[in-house]
């Protein structure tokens, strides 16, 4: 997706239009084509983060299961199941332990059900023609892992020979895994191959991604993809290697980084543009990006999007992330408009309400699916933003493929704005998605933004 920045003079009406520059880090332009390719199903693919033990009161894959025609209906294509294995017992935080503190890569937590339970959750999406992926723990494993009896040389062991956690963290719950030793990396992919013939998943979620060695990961995905040529992976981590072979999807942590600074008043909405050009140097045109305003790390350390963006400001925030670039995610509850940090190692079940956002996200969601300017990767429109006189508060911009157009406009600020002008956007008839009426030609001068309002339009 090329960037575009749309220039424009409110004194003197002069509109530019420039590339994003280059910079000497750049890849080269055979760099940028060399990567994952992409299967077509997910080309215009988006993704719900499931958190089993939150999602219902049962906090089971059976309980689960029975939401899923709602989902299915709000435009998800991909389920990512956060890990569903058994939890370790030894250095447990909290009564019901962390998901990402494994004690069976081959097993299933028995609260919330089991394999044969997850097996039909599988076939259960699968019908409705839904992807599942599953949150995959490689770097580290609980205390007591059976490996940390029958295999302690399968870890990084501090300077007495005990396991230790990873380094530069405080996850006193895990033991570090050292991937130096072959063996360890066998029994890995055996654990991934696993999930992938047993219960026919559609790929992983990759818990800190960057933690393990890339070659490990590329080895792990031609071994999968030995199993099952489709095969869809997704790193928690931001590097552009990993598109190389390894990973179809990363993370969008800048992004959320930057747009968590202009909610606080740290950044100005200049640094979107910055962000965005800063892409487009260095991931290649088809890499998947991952967008999101929260997730599971996100709701309970850093706080719900109603304190992160305020309760005005969150739809906003969702609008720019599900429509500037990637594939846009939903976490579950965000569409019951959840004003609250779940408990990560307790029970903390979800409040559904009324769902009184879903129809917000349902709308954007669907766009995504249908509209090609908003598909992932290669697959969707090029980005182009305008100019305002309200530069500082106002963010405008397009996205393009063939005749396929998006246009959104923002006001990032809690003030009503009025006279609004921008210039460069051509006649075009089109429809707004959140009140449904149809424009010939969308007024480029004169118009008003309500505090945090905004609109988009397509066609």
């Not at 003079?9 to 994952?36: D, N, R, Y």
């Not at 013939?197 to 960057?210: K, N, P, T, W």
């Not at 850093?302 to 309760?311: A, C, H, I, Q, S």
């Amino acid at each position: 997706m090329k960037f575009q920045l749309i220039t424009f003079c409110f004194l003197i009406g002069l509109v530019a239009c420039q590339q994003s520059p280059k910079s000497e880090e750049s890849q080269t332009e055979e760099e940028m084509t060399e990567s994952t390719s992409h299967d077509d199903w997910s080309k215009n693919a988006t993704i719900y983060e499931v958190n089993v033990r939150q999602h219902t009161p049962e906090g089971t894959l059976n309980a689960f299961a029975k939401d899923l025609p709602r989902i299915k209906e709000m435009g998800i294509k991909i389920l990512w199941l956060m890990p569903i294995h058994p939890i370790g017992e030894l250095n447990r935080k909290g009564g019901k332990g962390s998901y990402y503190s494994i004690q069976d890569y081959k097993g299933v937590n028995p609260e919330f059900g089991t394999v044969e339970d997850f097996k039909a959750l599988v076939e259960k999406a699968h019908e409705m023609d839904m992807k599942v992926i599953l949150d995959w723990v490689a770097n580290h494993t609980a205390f007591d892992h059976v490996w940390s009896e029958e295999h302690k040389d399968y870890y990084n062991l501090d300077s007495l020979g005990n396991l230790q956690m990873p380094e530069g963290t405080d996850w006193s719950d895990v033991a570090d895994l050292n991937y130096d030793n072959d063996q360890l990396r066998a029994e890995m992919i055996d654990a991934l191959q696993f999930w992938v013939r047993e219960a026919d998943i559609d790929g992983y979620r990759c818990d800190v991604a960057g933690f393990v060695p890339t070659d490990f990961w590329e080895t792990a995905r031609d071994s999968l993809e030995a199993v099952k040529p489709d095969i869809f992976m997704l790193a928690e981590w931001e590097d552009p290697e990993h598109h190389e072979k390894a990973f179809d999807m990363s993370y969008a942590w800048e992004f959320l980084h930057v747009i968590n600074g202009v909610a606080k008043g740290e950044k100005t909405i200049a640094a979107f543009d910055e962000y965005m050009a800063k892409q487009d140097t260095l991931f290649p045109e088809d890499a998947y990006r991952m967008y999101f305003t929260t997730n599971h790390d996100e709701n309970s350390w850093n706080g719900t999007v109603m304190e992160r963006y305020g309760k005005e400001g969150h739809k906003a925030y969702a609008v720019l992330a599900y429509t500037i670039d990637g594939m846009p995610l939903l976490y579950s509850g965000q569409e019951a408009g959840m004003d609250k940090e779940l408990k990560f190692f307790e029970k903390d079940t979800i409040g559904w309400g009324d769902y009184e956002l879903e129809d917000f996200y349902t709308k954007l969601l669907q766009l995504n699916r249908d509209n090609q300017a908003l598909w992932n990767g290669e697959y969707g429109g090029d980005f182009e933003r305008f100019a305002t006189d309200k530069d500082d508060k106002v963010y405008i911009y397009k996205r393009q493929k063939g005749d396929d157009v998006v246009l959104v406009m923002l006001n990032m600020t809690d003030e009503n704005l009025t006279n609004i002008s921008f210039e460069g956007l051509p006649e075009i008839e089109l429809k707004s998605l959140f009140d449904e009426v149809e424009y010939a030609s969308i007024p480029m001068d004169g118009f008003e933004m309500a505090p945090f309002g905004y609109h988009v339009f397509y066609n």
